[in-house]
């Protein structure tokens, strides 16, 4: 069984984000699955996706109710009733290929993302990541001793797991990309040039703006003042992928 989860909370992604992630990987993954949903609202959530409460973590005053944090409250032991490699997920991504690999490589280790931004220096981004739950819960019981004290030492989720756990792989570079950093082309050529996808591709992170949505119509959300460099045009490619 291949167990697959995700997060919703808030508004900024509805139901919608859930379905076709759950069709994305239910297209991409060989062999029965298991997805599941944290969520405060499985209004609308397609038949097949397992929903069930966020799991609780206490977050410090000063951190938004919603906030990357709270993916911490997944390596807590237990977790519902999971067990084994869990590959978790987050919505605003683009599959574009199989995910077996993801549970072949380096089975029962912690598997993340190398992050975009900070090349070479082990950092990892948790846009997609496996871990086998209960092996480190001391990450989220750590935690909840001084979260107050990590948020001050390290102010992002994924730099404090980066930082306190024992042992961190990265998935081969290729397999995930981030659209704004990796796909959309360089200043002035993004004016001519569609985003397009590289050899070897299986994961699209869109962290911050724009959402798949919005790139796949060339829209990228942003104040008149910084439309002369965040500008795309179309990325055709993601409605063949993105349903």
Excluded at 105 to 123: H, M
Excluded at 190 to 213: C, H, I, Q, W, Y
Aim: proline fraction near 9%.
């Amino acid at each position: 069984m291949n167990t697959v989860v995700c997060m919703k909370w808030g508004v900024r992604y509805g139901p919608e984000y859930v379905n076709k992630l759950y069709s994305m990987v239910r297209r991409n993954l060989t062999g029965p699955l298991r997805f599941v949903c944290f969520t405060d609202d499985e209004t609308g959530l397609d038949e097949g996706i397992e929903p069930h409460p966020l799991p609780e973590i206490k977050l410090p005053d000063v951190i938004p109710t919603f906030s990357a944090w709270a993916k911490i409250s997944l390596w807590q032991d237990p977790l519902i009733d999971l067990e084994g490699d869990v590959l978790f997920l987050d919505l605003d991504i683009v599959i574009t290929d199989s995910l077996d690999s993801f549970f072949t490589y380096k089975p029962g280790k912690y598997c993340v993302i190398e992050n975009w931004t900070q090349l070479d220096r082990n950092l990892g981004n948790t846009t997609a990541f496996r871990w086998p739950v209960g092996k480190y819960s001391y990450i989220y019981d750590n935690y909840i001793k001084d979260p107050q004290g990590y948020l001050d030492k390290y102010r992002i989720e994924q730099t404090y797991i980066s930082r306190e756990i024992e042992e961190m792989h990265f998935w081969p570079r290729e397999w995930c990309v981030s659209f704004k950093v990796s796909l959309i082309p360089p200043w002035p050529q993004r004016f001519f040039r569609e985003p397009a996808l590289s050899e070897g591709v299986r994961l699209v992170g869109f962290t911050g703006k724009p959402d798949p949505d919005e790139a796949a119509i060339g829209k990228w959300p942003a104040p008149w003042y910084k439309k002369t460099y965040k500008y795309i045009r179309p990325a055709t490619w993601i409605d063949k992928y993105w349903r």
